[in-house]
């Protein structure tokens, strides 16, 4: 595969002062942290609102005028936690980073990104910028960012009362592909049928996929992409890793998963993470001790890695780097409350809760279990989708719930239906009530597992930040 410059090259483009975004910076910054000593937020939105209200032309001017690289990450799932071993893998490769840590990846996110690329005068102060961009958002702001990388993660059905179906979403996507500046890379998960497919007529596309001998999971009614993307034929798999996503190929027109530049070809799991092995086209393999769970890891890894190489930094600084990555908030990260051990599990649609419930499987039987959903522009109206969600593999496992937020009712119901032990579940809307009365049920020494969308779930760290118990959701 082809590197751009060495671990420690710096790119040279003009860093010259703007005194209207240093103005815009101030005036974010000020926003931002009026919003957090208020007890607002992280103001890791209104610090862009503010600063594109005074220069409103800030992302073209901080990212593609300037020439800053930028790796912008988009798709369906696992933005954040692919953003974030990209950034390490920078880092520490001798970079200077510019990253929207904290998941704010709508148009006015990435506003307050480009502050952080510009320092006090408005002179750049970044060598690159890894931007995760929602995608409903990433076509309207292509040109402004002008990515040197494109990564593409998966197409799943999310939010359908804001992101239409698939085959759209899978479009906006690709018309963003097709509009990256030449000499620009483009990462795609192969083991996505619809995601492999994006634009064919790229001159750089570079493709990951997970290389393993066995299934990790089974197609279910469930399932998305499960015909070709070519002719509609149902799609043949030799392997199913995640949802609809494998080694597919095509019994009708023979269209299959293209092959892979980065693979993975082991993944092991311990108490600590998991161990990752990365194979190269043309490059030694190298392998990685995550310190987070579940399978999803290795394809946001894996992306990270082709991402991160296309910008010259070698395999084996990714993979050291990959190995202090912590999960980010919600992203199955753990704190202890009251002598109980609490773990955040955000999931949004039925490809996350797959994953979600792939790791509580392996937890000790007899946990605690809290569900929270609730519809917002944030979290969208449409909750069909709980319906398939596999909540019965849980049902064993767990010895009191919860379910809480403006869909208690329709959990309850969806509980129901997959016949749990209704006297074992309580139904409290109110999000911080429910969370304060499921840890106080919790034993001593015993587990509680919060599975939760974006909204709810932040409001809940929130509150587990006021009282000691962990970081606020913008400090990942």
Same mark, same amino acid.
């Given at each position: 595969?082809?590197?751009?410059?060495?671990d420690?090259?710096?790119?040279t483009?003009s860093?010259?002062?703007?005194?209207?975004?240093?103005?815009?910076?101030?005036?974010?910054?000020? !926003?931002?942290?009026?919003?957090?000593v208020?007890?607002?937020?992280?103001?890791?939105?209104? $610090?862009?609102?503010?600063a594109?209200w005074?220069?409103?032309d800030?992302?073209?001017? !901080?990212?593609?005028d300037?020439?800053?690289?930028?790796?912008?990450?988009?798709?369906?799932?696992?933005?954040?936690?692919? =953003?974030?071993?990209? @950034? =390490? !893998?920078l880092r520490?490769?001798?970079?200077?980073? =510019?990253?929207?840590?904290a998941?704010?990846?709508?148009?006015?996110?990435?506003?307050?990104?480009a502050?952080?690329t510009v320092?006090?005068?408005?002179?750049r102060?970044a060598?690159?910028a890894?931007?995760e961009v929602? /995608?409903?958002?990433?076509? @309207?702001?292509a040109?402004?960012l002008?990515?040197?990388?494109?990564?593409?993660?998966?197409?799943?059905?999310?939010?359908?009362?804001r992101?239409?179906?698939?085959?759209?979403?899978?479009?906006?996507?690709?018309?963003?592909?097709?509009r990256?500046?030449s000499?620009?890379t483009?990462v795609?998960?192969?083991?996505d049928?619809?995601? @492999?497919?994006?634009?064919?007529?790229?001159?750089d596309?570079?493709f990951?996929?997970?290389?393993?001998?066995?299934?990790?999971?089974?197609?279910?009614?469930?399932?998305?992409?499960?015909?070709c993307?070519?002719?509609r034929t149902?799609?043949?798999?030799?392997?199913?890793?995640?949802?609809h996503?494998g080694?597919?190929?095509?019994?009708?027109?023979?269209?299959?998963?293209?092959?892979?530049?980065?693979?993975?070809?082991?993944?092991?799991?311990?108490?600590?993470?998991? /161990?990752?092995t990365?194979?190269?086209?043309?490059?030694?393999a190298?392998a990685s001790h995550?310190?987070q769970?579940?399978?999803?890891?290795?394809?946001?890894?894996?992306?990270?890695?082709?991402?991160?190489?296309?910008?010259?930094?070698t395999?084996?600084?990714?993979?050291?780097?990959f190995?202090a990555?912590?999960?980010?908030w919600?992203?199955?990260? !753990?704190f202890?409350?009251?002598?109980?051990?609490v773990?955040?599990?955000?999931?949004?649609?039925?490809?996350?809760?797959?994953?979600?419930?792939?790791?509580?499987?392996?937890?000790?039987?007899?946990?605690?279990?809290?569900l929270?959903? @609730?519809?917002s522009?944030?979290?969208?109206e449409?909750?069909?989708?709980?319906?398939?969600?596999?909540y019965?593999?849980?049902?064993?496992?767990?010895?009191?719930?919860?379910?809480s937020?403006?869909?208690?009712?329709?959990?309850?119901?969806?509980l129901?239906y997959?016949?749990w032990?209704?006297?074992?579940?309580?139904?409290?809307?109110?999000?911080i009530?429910?969370?304060?009365?499921?840890?106080?049920?919790t034993?001593?020494?015993?587990?509680?597992?919060?599975?939760?969308?974006?909204s709810?779930?932040?409001r809940?760290v929130e509150?587990a930040?006021?009282?000691?118990?962990t970081r606020?959701?913008?400090? $990942?």
């Amino acid at each position: 595969m082809r590197g751009a410059s060495p671990d420690n090259a710096r790119v040279t483009t003009s860093t010259a002062p703007s005194a209207r975004l240093g103005l815009a910076r101030a005036a974010g910054r000020v !926003a931002g942290a009026a919003s957090r000593v208020g007890g607002r937020g992280g103001g890791t939105a209104i $610090s862009g609102v503010v600063a594109a209200w005074v220069e409103p032309d800030i992302r073209r001017r !901080a990212f593609a005028d300037r020439g800053l690289p930028v790796i912008a990450i988009s798709g369906s799932n696992g933005k954040t936690t692919t =953003a974030g071993f990209a @950034a =390490a !893998a920078l880092r520490s490769a001798g970079r200077r980073v =510019a990253a929207n840590a904290a998941g704010s990846n709508m148009i006015q996110g990435i506003s307050a990104l480009a502050l952080d690329t510009v320092d006090v005068i408005g002179r750049r102060r970044a060598d690159v910028a890894v931007a995760e961009v929602d /995608e409903a958002a990433l076509l @309207a702001i292509a040109d402004e960012l002008r990515p040197r990388v494109l990564v593409v993660t998966n197409v799943v059905r999310d939010q359908l009362d804001r992101f239409g179906e698939l085959y759209a979403t899978a479009g906006a996507l690709e018309r963003a592909a097709e509009r990256q500046p030449s000499g620009g890379t483009l990462v795609l998960c192969a083991d996505d049928p619809l995601v @492999a497919g994006i634009a064919p007529g790229h001159p750089d596309r570079r493709f990951v996929g997970l290389d393993l001998p066995e299934s990790h999971d089974r197609i279910t009614s469930a399932a998305d992409s499960i015909r070709c993307p070519a002719c509609r034929t149902a799609l043949a798999y030799r392997t199913v890793q995640l949802g609809h996503l494998g080694d597919w190929s095509c019994p009708g027109c023979g269209l299959a998963r293209p092959p892979l530049d980065v693979a993975v070809t082991s993944i092991a799991r311990d108490a600590d993470g998991t /161990e990752i092995t990365f194979r190269f086209r043309d490059r030694a393999a190298v392998a990685s001790h995550i310190p987070q769970l579940g399978l999803h890891v290795a394809y946001d890894a894996a992306l990270a890695l082709a991402a991160v190489e296309a910008l010259g930094v070698t395999p084996k600084t990714a993979a050291r780097a990959f190995e202090a990555v912590r999960p980010a908030w919600g992203r199955l990260d !753990a704190f202890e409350a009251l002598g109980r051990h609490v773990i955040l599990a955000f999931a949004k649609n039925p490809m996350s809760y797959r994953t979600v419930i792939g790791v509580v499987e392996t937890l000790p039987p007899g946990l605690d279990l809290l569900l929270v959903h @609730a519809s917002s522009p944030v979290d969208g109206e449409d909750f069909g989708w709980l319906w398939d969600v596999e909540y019965e593999r849980l049902r064993r496992l767990v010895a009191r719930t919860t379910v809480s937020g403006s869909k208690a009712g329709e959990l309850a119901n969806r509980l129901a239906y997959a016949d749990w032990p209704m006297p074992t579940v309580t139904v409290e809307p109110d999000e911080i009530a429910a969370f304060e009365a499921a840890l106080r049920n919790t034993p001593d020494g015993g587990t509680l597992a919060v599975v939760s969308g974006y909204s709810p779930l932040r409001r809940i760290v929130e509150h587990a930040q006021r009282q000691g118990w962990t970081r606020h959701f913008w400090e $990942s």
